[in-house]
């Protein structure tokens, strides 16, 4: 097993992380004859894949060539949504004179204490992710870079491990875009911002997506000067446009210098400092900075993985080529997560882990496009999406009827100070049946799931609307929209005949 893997700083909470992860002195099995399950990949699509085939009774080795837990425990949602909390916690401090406390000395970031925090937490929660767990749950664990070597066998560590199925479970890295003079300046991506231990005085951050969003209003929360740098005329631009916008608001608030609708043409060092050429329309300018964090996208790691010797196709933008059932074109080797998918979410990668148990081990037929998969983007406000977006159903011609609320509306939202925010959800016209919804609040994360179960469990708006919510709670605003759609149903000949009753009753 080789040495090489690190986590800066060295310190010993990454200690405690690389001892779960990655433990340096690691001895790995002796293969049986045949494995009914070889995962490649040990971030969640592989540790959900492992843990349940194992479980059920399954033979089953797991191979990582860095780190368990994959992106999501080590340098993805753990650490960014650790550092978004500290982020709030500012802000809370910063806001109190709203709620009529003042706080004499202000709020003040030790960015230190910030990662130092960060790196505990992470190290706190990797217990679960362990090589040692694994082993304990009677999965093989090897370390070392997977290839496979035929069809029916995967080499990794100088051991051959022949398998009846395998699942790639490799995932995907920060996409490196084609800049000139990029990579000679330097720049931080999610592999290596959450090593930083001083707080960057300048940070540029290309890429106004969910990452790039997320970490560019920590930063300048923290106390960095950020300018968040996009290529579409809004921030978010896969989300709901008047959602964006809300969020575009508080950003600016935090401080980020927005600049959309730009291009950078190239990167130059002058001494310490970075300088951005960037050109928006026809215009050029120069944008001078400590630090550039780059976040435009994904690209799945096909690498490496000898993907021909076992006759499964892929291409390098999209990953490894799956049917709806997630089986490859090497009918025994399927695939989960972030190496398949155009929906990179951790909980998308567990749903697919939990289709490939079934359908590789179990004759089963599930199906991924049967999975009904929210999202959230946990900037301030969040945005959390399900379903159909209002465009997306026009250029499908599906016709839809929208419901809002906004949050100024809803008691909870406004005595907590947090009224600047909607809940949108669309039906099936005609009828009370949810085709998506988006909901920009500061817990919109926690609030889809009550959509989400309502499209999977086939209940439309006129079941949320007997459900009874406790007062006060954000969750009302989903009541509220439900309300509004009921009173829809009271059209002017209902209505006529409901006024002929009661002055019948008089
Ligand atoms: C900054 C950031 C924040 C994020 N925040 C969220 C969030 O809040 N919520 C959310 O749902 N999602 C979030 N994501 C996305 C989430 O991290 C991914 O969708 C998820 O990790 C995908 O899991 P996976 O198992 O498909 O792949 P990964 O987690 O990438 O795991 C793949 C593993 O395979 C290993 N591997 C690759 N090639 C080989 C090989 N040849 N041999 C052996 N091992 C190999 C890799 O080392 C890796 O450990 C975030 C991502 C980033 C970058």
Redesign the pocket.
């Known amino acids: 097993m080789s040495d090489s893997v690190h986590v800066v700083p060295a310190d010993v909470h990454n200690q405690t992380l690389l001892n779960h992860v990655h433990p340096h002195d690691w001895v790995s099995p002796e293969p049986p004859s045949r494995y009914n399950l070889v995962v490649?990949?040990?971030?969640?699509?592989?540790?959900i894949t492992a843990a349940g085939s194992a479980g059920l009774g399954a033979r089953v080795a797991l191979?990582?060539?860095?780190?368990?837990?994959?992106?999501?425990l080590?340098?993805?949602?753990v650490?960014?949504?650790a550092l978004i909390r500290s982020a709030r916690a500012y802000a809370q401090v910063r806001d109190t004179a709203d709620y009529g406390v003042n706080v004499p000395a202000g709020a003040a970031v030790n960015f230190s204490a910030v990662m130092e925090r960060m790196r505990r937490l992470r190290a706190s929660i990797s217990p679960n992710d362990s090589a040692a767990r694994y082993r304990g749950l009677g999965v093989d664990v090897y370390f070392?870079?997977?290839?496979f070597t035929s069809p029916e066998t995967v080499e990794?560590d100088g051991r051959t491990l022949r398998f009846r199925k395998a699942v790639v479970?490799?995932?995907?890295?920060?996409a490196k875009p084609p800049i000139p003079g990029l990579a000679e300046a330097g720049y931080l991506t999610?592999e290596s911002v959450f090593s930083l231990t001083v707080l960057p005085p300048r940070l540029a951050v290309v890429g106004a997506g969910?990452?790039g969003c997320?970490?560019a209003q920590a930063f300048a929360r923290f106390g960095s000067e950020v300018t968040l740098l996009g290529n579409h005329g809004q921030i978010l631009p896969k989300e709901d446009r008047d959602a964006a916008k809300l969020v575009e608001k508080e950003v600016v608030r935090d401080g980020v210098n927005l600049v959309l609708d730009c291009n950078v043409a190239r990167v130059d060092r002058d001494g310490s400092e970075k300088i951005i050429r960037l050109r928006c329309g026809g215009r050029s300018s120069d944008l001078r900075i400590d630090e550039i964090l780059v976040?435009v996208g994904?690209a799945p790691?096909v690498q490496?993985?000898n993907l021909e010797a076992a006759g499964v196709e892929y291409n390098e933008k999209e990953g490894v080529q799956v049917n709806d059932r997630l089986q490859t074109t090497n009918r025994r080797i399927f695939a989960?997560?972030?190496?398949c998918?155009r929906f990179?979410?951790?909980?998308?990668?567990d749903a697919m882990a939990r289709i490939v148990i079934q359908n590789a081990l179990f004759l089963g037929r599930a199906k991924a496009s049967a999975l009904t998969i929210p999202?959230?983007t946990?900037t301030d406000p969040e945005i959390a999406h399900v379903g159909l977006y209002e465009d997306e159903a026009k250029e499908r011609g599906i016709p839809i009827q929208t419901f809002v609320e906004e949050f100024r509306h809803v008691d909870r939202a406004v005595l907590d100070g947090d009224q600047d925010g909607f809940i949108k959800i669309h039906v099936r016209r005609g009828t009370d049946r949810i085709l998506g919804a988006t909901v920009v609040a500061r817990h919109a994360g926690e609030m889809i799931s009550e959509i989400t179960l309502a499209m999977v469990g086939g209940l439309g708006l006129r079941t949320i609307a007997k459900t009874i919510h406790p007062y006060p709670t954000q969750a009302e605003a989903i009541k509220r929209v439900a309300d509004a759609y009921n009173r829809t149903r009271l059209t002017p000949f209902v209505k006529s005949l409901f006024s002929k009753w009661l002055a019948w009753m008089r």
């Open positions: 490649i990949g040990a971030g969640t699509a592989g540790l191979i990582e060539r860095e780190f368990m837990g994959g992106d999501c080590n340098v993805g949602c650490p960014s949504k070392g870079q997977a290839r990794v479970a490799t995932g995907a890295r920060a999610n969910p990452i997320e970490l976040g994904r790691n490496g993985l989960a997560g972030d190496i998918s990179k979410f951790t909980h998308a990668a999202w959230c946990y």
